[in-house]
């Protein structure tokens, strides 16, 4: 059944059985499906999704612990989006889950999951895996303590822990002339880069400009910003005029048969806005633009739809915190962006990034949950009565204010 619905043979009315779960096929056929179309199918992609977040348990914890699972069902099982807690320890043993994949969940992992992956003795073994837990923004001091031990080899090590929100350290000093100085060689920057991420650029390579969300709403309607570009074409030829030699002119151009300018030529600018500039740049090109532009450019670039270009705009020397916070509270970026940002030591000492983080929309769910606990009580109320969010993080919300309400009353 799979094939034919890879090979798109079944009808409408099937397809939309089979995005429900309907069909009468082995649980672990069902699973391969909705994972395939949910992954795959723009048409009952939703539908698949919706499914599967309220598949049985049971059942998904068996094709968890299964070797012979399919490795896209794997994959979509322990994704971050996607990923249930209760799966999570059969996911860590089963030899068939990729380190990597493991290595991305552990990225944005909450603590309860942090505790969870360090039980494993298989996330104990893997150095990727505990350098990725090392740099999650969510992990205590103990969790941070035994990641660094598994990672010594069993020889304590002090341990490296993420201070509070708004808190400088003196290691913050170092940081701080290590930004000063990229700013200062912008192109070390750059060279970094492109050579780290010199394999996502070449897979993207030939991929044109396109915004998240589209130009309108990416710009505005009273967006008319304009830089001169002097232009010479050099196919034009001077028009004489009747008249005395002073009234004689050139055509914009100014320029003779065969290429030369003529001098004291009058040249028209062509007038070129910010989109346009960005419109005719390749990957590298944004990228470099990302690292080295302006604020206005950056603010373009964070929208672009090639993910290599716009995480490049979160290592841009110059990013100041006031973009940060805007970035963290758009709706219009990708969720990788939404994600890298709190991997950041730096954006992460900034309340209002973490609290515009949880009140968009658009920050996944998993992380939007684990940044919660930073909330200060005002904050939690109004995150308890905003529509926009999902019901999952109102609710919780509404749950932490009440706890931190009762406690401060018995104080």
């Not at 660094?148 to 341990?159: D, T, V, W």
């Not at 700013?183 to 050579?195: D, F, G, I, R």
Request: some cysteine; charged content about 25%.
């Amino acid at each position: 059944m799979i094939d034919q619905i890879r090979a798109l043979k079944l009808p409408s009315n099937m397809m939309q059985f089979a995005a429900r779960g309907a069909l009468s096929v082995p649980p672990d056929e069902n699973l391969e499906i909705l994972v395939y179309l949910a992954e795959h199918n723009k048409v009952f992609g939703d539908l698949a999704r919706m499914t599967l977040a309220g598949w049985d348990e049971k059942a998904s914890l068996v094709a968890a612990c299964d070797p012979k699972t399919a490795q896209e069902v794997l994959k979509y099982l322990v994704s971050p989006e996607n990923l249930r807690p209760k799966l999570l320890p059969a996911l860590l043993e089963n030899p068939s889950v990729p380190e990597s994949e493991l290595a991305k969940s552990a990225r944005s992992a909450s603590p309860e999951s942090i505790t969870t992956m360090l039980e494993s003795g298989r996330v104990q073994a893997s150095k990727e895996i505990l350098k990725t837990l090392r740099s999650n923004p969510y992990s205590s001091p103990d969790q941070a303590a035994k990641i660094a031990e598994f990672l010594s080899g069993g020889k304590p090590e002090e341990p490296v822990t993420a201070a509070p929100l708004g808190a400088l350290e003196p290691a913050d000093s170092a940081a701080i002339e290590a930004r000063e100085e990229a700013v200062e060689h912008p192109e070390e920057a750059v060279t970094a880069y492109l050579a780290e991420h010199a394999s996502e650029i070449s897979a993207e390579v030939g991929k044109p400009f396109q915004p998240i969300g589209g130009i309108l709403d990416l710009l505005g309607a009273d967006y008319f910003p304009v830089s001169a570009v002097r232009e010479i074409t050099s196919n034009a030829e001077p028009v004489g005029v009747a008249g005395s030699a002073a009234t004689k002119t050139v055509r914009a151009e100014g320029a003779k048969p065969g290429g030369h300018a003529v001098p004291g030529a009058p040249v028209f600018a062509k007038r070129e806005n910010t989109m346009q500039k960005i419109g005719r740049l390749d990957v590298k090109g944004r990228i470099q633009l990302a690292l080295k532009g302006n604020k206005e450019e950056r603010s373009i670039l964070i929208r672009d739809g090639t993910k290599v270009v716009a995480l490049a705009v979160l290592e841009a020397p110059k990013l100041s915190d006031g973009e940060v916070e805007k970035f963290a509270l758009q709706k219009n970026v990708l969720e990788a962006v939404l994600r890298q940002i709190p991997l950041k030591r730096r954006f992460m000492k900034n309340y209002i990034v973490v609290r515009n983080l949880v009140a968009n929309p658009r920050t996944p769910l998993d992380l939007g949950l684990g940044l919660m606990k930073h909330l200060l009580m005002a904050d939690l109320k109004n995150l308890s009565s905003n529509k926009e969010v999902s019901e999952t993080v109102r609710n919780l919300a509404s749950k932490m204010y009440k706890q931190k309400l009762d406690t401060t009353k018995k104080k």
